[in-house]
Nanobody, 128 residues
Framework: EVQLQASGGGLVQAGGSLRLSCVASGFIFDEYAIGWFRQAPGKQREGVSCIVSSDGTTYYVDSVKGRFTITKDNAKSTVYLQMDNLKPEDTAVYYC?????????????????????WGQGTLVTVSS
């Protein structure tokens, strides 16, 4: 059974930090790209950052560049999103997703809304 377990969300003041984790299971981690998406109330879901599990290629949307850092631990099939200098506009439910990359190139650096697998989401709330 494929699972993507996102965790680490919470309530933080503006300027603070959080680290999200996404633990993957049920598929060959090294063959996939992992993306972080977010959806704020009343807004469309947007891609935030992604990483290719095999070679570490990363991508960030402009609004988080310099503040968010995506990393991976292949031994643990886990991807992390370190979020620093958080802003109220970062408030959203954050989802991790996996897209088959090995022979398709999908998932990163380009986002698409139809990743193969999705996690359940973790809520990040940034107060001003």
């Amino acid at each position: 059974e494929v699972q993507l377990q996102a965790s680490g969300g919470g309530l933080v003041q503006a300027g603070g930090s959080l680290r999200l984790s996404c633990v993957a299971s049920g598929f060959i981690f090294d063959e996939y790209a992992i993306g972080w998406f977010r959806q704020a109330p009343g807004k469309q879901r947007e891609g935030v950052s992604c990483i290719v599990s095999s070679d570490g290629t990363t991508y960030y949307v402009d609004s988080v560049k310099g503040r968010f850092t995506i990393t991976k631990d292949n031994a643990k099939s886990t991807v992390y999103l370190q979020m620093d200098n958080l802003k109220p506009e970062d408030t959203a439910v954050y989802y991790c997703a996996a897209d088959y990359h090995k022979t398709t190139g999908r998932g990163c650096p380009g986002f698409r809304q139809s990743y193969d697998y999705w996690g359940q989401g973790t809520l990040v709330t940034v107060s001003s």
